[in-house]
């Protein structure tokens, strides 16, 4: 894993309760990304950060909000969980002109 | 926000064919594009980070090369074994991937 943790690993929440998704770096890298991944449409960029309180949006990002306080810790908040916002989601660190590595995953079923 | 696009969407080969999909990008303004193996139920992995126009790179089996000129990325895999079954992405920076080509490799 490089050096990526995502915690939790698994996580069950109900409907319109909030939920932050933690991922964790050892590498000092500066870039690091929230995907989530659903059966057709692959990997899709949630948010990413390029510094320390230095994020942007991606592809989906409507209903997700990040933070980044430290260069180490990347989290990724759902505000009011949905049923839509079940998934598995990958955290990555590295990137633009070198390699990105990525974390465990984490299954998150909203029900 | 750039995209690539990536054919064909899935591949089924035979043990020991050699095989290759493509990467498209647009052009201008090109910095680096990155190629990945996703296996199921696994992280994607890394294989190569592409910069300069003409440029190829080889780990294995698999080897990969980049114009960047007309915007494209071609990724082969000689002599292809069931363990190559996998998704493959690319990527511009920034990390929007593609929406990947699907390889299973029948033995």
Redesign the interface.
Known sequence: ?AGITQSPRHKVTETGTPVTLRCHQTENHR?M?W?RQDPG?????IH?SYGVKDTDK??VSDGYSVSRSKTEDFLLTLESATSSQTSVY?C?AG???????????TRLTVV | ILNVEQSPQSLHVQEGDSTNFTCSFPSSNFYALHWYRWETAKSPEALFVMTLNGDEKKKGRISATLNTKEGYSYLYIKGSQPEDSATYLCALPKLIFGSGTRLLVRP
Request: no cysteine; aromatic share 28%.
């Open positions: 894993d870039y990304y995907y449409h692959g990997l899709r960029l990413y991606g592809e990958f990555a990137g633009a002109n070198t390699e990105a590595f990525f974390g465990q995953g």
